[in-house]
């Protein structure tokens, strides 16, 4: 029952969706571009396969709506447009009375990351369906999963399904609703075309895509250079902390919340600083140490780690499930509540085999 492996396709799954009228597509909290785009790109299909258009029906309710849990990137609204979403929160929770036909969660299948939905999604086991490509997840929180760990993004599964639901040979047949924010899913979770889960199918699909029209500088523009000068500072504070072990092969950078306060930075405005610790030649693997305060659990150190490929590989998923977390094997993270940065930074050495 909890196996985190398929137990259906994407031909049965598209079956199943045909006679349904009322849809609800959910994804982790924190969206990020492969979790809208995968939702946003199957509910217009859906729309679109009963007659409607991207949006829904004019005057009526539309078949799919997709609910998200924040925080939000800044600009989501400019590829959710006018799609039917709603934000889920501790304050919004799902509404009770929202009774769908089905509920398709993509782009995850781990409790951890769908927490504010319940306990409205275990109402909807038995009409749940998930579709994901993480190594780790829970198989309980949809009766059908369809895994598929070889994929780059849940956007290159799902573009498999929109081609089904709309009964199109390539995706180079979609409609561009539908094609953009595939491609956008796909783009972002290899870095735009950089990471090790490139393949040829991923540069197949982003060529069909493209064909279609998917204005894809106007993408790379709204998702990657907006950057705020808080940011900056941020990765200022960031990479003053740099520490090298191990001959240069591990990285740490360390950020409190008063980094964030002095430097005008938000929350979460540390995505992507690893990306730049990689670039210094002898590292393999970068390390982020997040010590927030939060209402719920007090002192937590947020722990992300990215890898660089090739065959001395360090698979920082094992690492992270030794720490209580997970991901992928190149990028990966845990949580440590109630534990100090000092005493995360020794746990994540141990972790790593190195000694501090
Ligand atoms: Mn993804």
Redesign the pocket.
Known sequence: MSEWTSNTTLDEINRWLAPKKSVVVITHSKP?G??LGSTLAVARALNIAAGGSAAGFSGVASRAEVWFTGPMPGWWRSIAQDTKTRIIDQHNPPPASHDPDAVLVL?TGAWSQLADYRPWLDDQHARCILID?HLNGDGDVAHKRLVDTSAA??CEIVAGLCTRLLKVESPSKLPVEITEPLYL?LAT?TGWFRHSNVSPSVYRLAADLVETGVGHERLFELVEQRERAGRLRLLARALNTLELHDDGRVAVLSLTQSDFEKAGAAPGESGGFLDLVKTVESVRVAVLLTEVETAGDGVVTKISFRSKGGPDMIDVNKVSMALGGGGHAQAAGARLVGTRIGEARTKVLEALGVSA
Request: hydrophobic share 35%.
């Open positions: 990020d492969d979790a782009d490509h993004a849940a899913g979770d």
